[in-house]
């Protein structure tokens, strides 16, 4: 499908579909980071939004997974109409994830 490559990390979106009652779109993805450790949910984050096109803001990452050994990951992520659907539909723990940590520390 969609792909974006930043330095030796490869992220590609393997299937994306609607979910009409909850205002989103689901996203399964794949990020091959060939000679690094796995990306953080922010740099995910940062990159789902610009290969679709979306806010930031609007971008909540669910699980990034390695298998161990491996160089590739898998995750998957929704996107929301608004923030302030991700907000009345995911989990607290999944949001305060999806923040950078500055923003963590000045919200306790």
Known sequence: MTCVAVNDVKLEVTSKRRNKLLKRIEVEFQVSHEG???PSRIEVRKNLASI???DEEKVYVKRIETK???NLSI???NIY???SQAKYVEPEHI???NKPKT???EGE
């Open 81 to 83: 109409d608004s923030p």
């Open 68 to 70: 161990t050994g491996m």
């Open 36 to 38: 690094e450790g796995t």
């Open 52 to 54: 679709l096109d979306v």
């Open 103 to 105: 923003e963590e520390k």
């Open 95 to 97: 949001i305060l994830r």
């Open 75 to 77: 995750g998957k992520a």
